[in-house]
């Protein structure tokens, strides 16, 4: 089984094992605590290290942009098309929804002014959550000012130390320390394997108050689906609640883009709750959450850091969501665009003998894998050829699974896929020559 951990447990986990083993002077008995001290620290070295004033290669990390995001971004003056930003519908730039911003910063002001339950509600929040639940299918959506912290909140908040959590190992971060929080047992099992995940409820379901699975509807790092009809069955089986975070499948899987459960045809009321997220397909910034009513009602009110000791999510990142779902319902036309590139950009990669791992032909995101040594260059190459696709390597993957991750839009055009998949293919063939 090839394991794949989350990418700052895997890194952190490394760092730290190099640190114990080291030659280290013992701590001074109430030594104040030093930047130093923390193994993240060693990580930045390595940055700094790989990118200084001697190196041929152009650091790739926190680029600022002068323009708004599309597919083509303005970087010192430069364009550059980009396949590292989540502007999946293309919506980030509608002059739509920059015009519903900005008319709502013009009614409301740039600030939700305290927590929604004391003063800092306005009638787009309504708006929103009513437009989110009907666009997923759920009975009710409540939203909040972030994902990974909706996801985090919610996730520590609905169990305890009487429960059971069992989540794909290639569950996201934001779902994996809102278990943590919760003090909940934990398990991870096997990516998408049925099989393995019957086996820890068959084991573990009875000695729990609750048991909780949680998953991705799209994964981000891979992009293939969660295997929804085996999970439905599984969870009515052992009576367990499914959460499935659908921050990178709301907007994009599906007919129309309504998630896993239209792609699947499954009826939204088999799945307890979704967490979605506003900033990947729905040109803003947040979470939201969606359920059944009695279950949002319940989060909605009582959930610490969604609504509850949170300020509310701001009047222009509400209206500029609230355009963006609107758009995508009247015009489903972008999501078939967008998932026709994600098949074209898959098709042609492989097409010049790249491999794609396991992504589902459609899902906007494609990995490239390649050679962990070449990463950094093959990044830096795209770099000077005005492309940007950013690498995920070793440590922060398996050596044997380094890429460059890819996400497609609906902005997207063949001919801007098709070249830089050239430019892929063919530093990758001169770099096997030399070596």
Request: hydrophobic share 40%; net charge negative; aromatic share 6%.
């Amino acid at each position: 089984m090839t394991t794949q951990k989350s990418s700052m447990d895997t890194l952190l986990n490394q760092i730290r094992a190099k640190i114990q083993t080291a030659d280290i002077a013992p701590a001074q008995e109430h030594a104040p605590l030093q930047v130093q001290d923390y193994p993240e620290h060693a990580m930045l070295g390595r940055i700094h290290s790989l990118y200084n004033k001697g190196s041929t290669l152009r650091n790739p990390y926190f680029l600022p942009r002068s323009g708004t995001v599309s597919s083509v971004l303005e970087i010192e003056q430069e364009e550059y098309v980009t396949f590292s930003n989540y502007n999946y519908l293309g919506l980030s730039n509608d002059e739509r929804v920059k015009e519903a911003a900005c008319a709502a910063i013009h009614q409301y002001g740039t600030h939700a002014g305290a927590a929604r339950m004391v003063g800092g509600e306005c009638e787009l929040h309504r708006e929103l959550e009513l437009a989110l639940a009907d666009f997923t299918g759920f009975e009710a959506a409540t939203v909040g000012v972030g994902g990974y912290s909706t996801n985090v909140s919610a996730v520590g908040y609905l169990l305890d130390k009487r429960d059971l959590i069992l989540h794909d190992e290639y569950m996201h971060n934001s779902g994996v320390m809102g278990a943590v929080m919760s003090g909940a047992r934990r398990i991870a099992f096997p990516h998408n394997d049925m099989g393995a995940l019957k086996r820890l409820l068959s084991e573990n379901r009875k000695q729990h108050r609750k048991t909780v699975i949680l998953v991705e509807g799209a994964y981000s790092m891979d992009g293939d689906l969660v295997d929804l009809p085996s999970l439905i069955e599984l969870k009515k089986e052992y009576g367990a609640w499914l959460m499935i975070d659908e921050a990178h499948s709301c907007g994009t899987v599906g007919a129309t883009g309504r998630g896993v459960c239209e792609h699947f045809g499954v009826p939204t009321s088999e799945v307890e709750l979704i967490v979605g997220t506003l900033s990947k397909s729905f040109a803003s910034c947040g979470g939201f959450l969606a359920g059944s009513r009695e279950l949002i009602e319940l989060l909605h009110h009582f959930c610490p850091g969604l609504l509850l000791y949170s300020t509310g999510i701001s009047p222009a990142n509400t209206a500029a969501a609230l355009a963006a779902v609107n758009i995508a319902k009247a015009e489903p036309e972008r999501v078939q665009r967008l998932q026709d590139n994600a098949r074209s950009f898959k098709r042609l990669a492989e097409a010049q003998g790249l491999d794609c791992r396991t992504s589902v032909p459609g899902v906007p995101i494609v990995p490239l894998m390649i050679d962990d040594d070449k990463a950094l260059h093959l990044m830096s190459s795209l770099l000077e050829q005005r492309f940007i696709s950013h690498a995920v390597m070793h440590p922060v993957v398996p050596r044997e699974a380094a890429r460059l991750r890819c996400f497609i839009s609906a902005d997207h055009t063949e001919e801007m896929m098709a070249r830089m998949l050239r430019l892929i293919a063919n530093e990758i063939a001169r770099s096997d020559k030399t070596n």
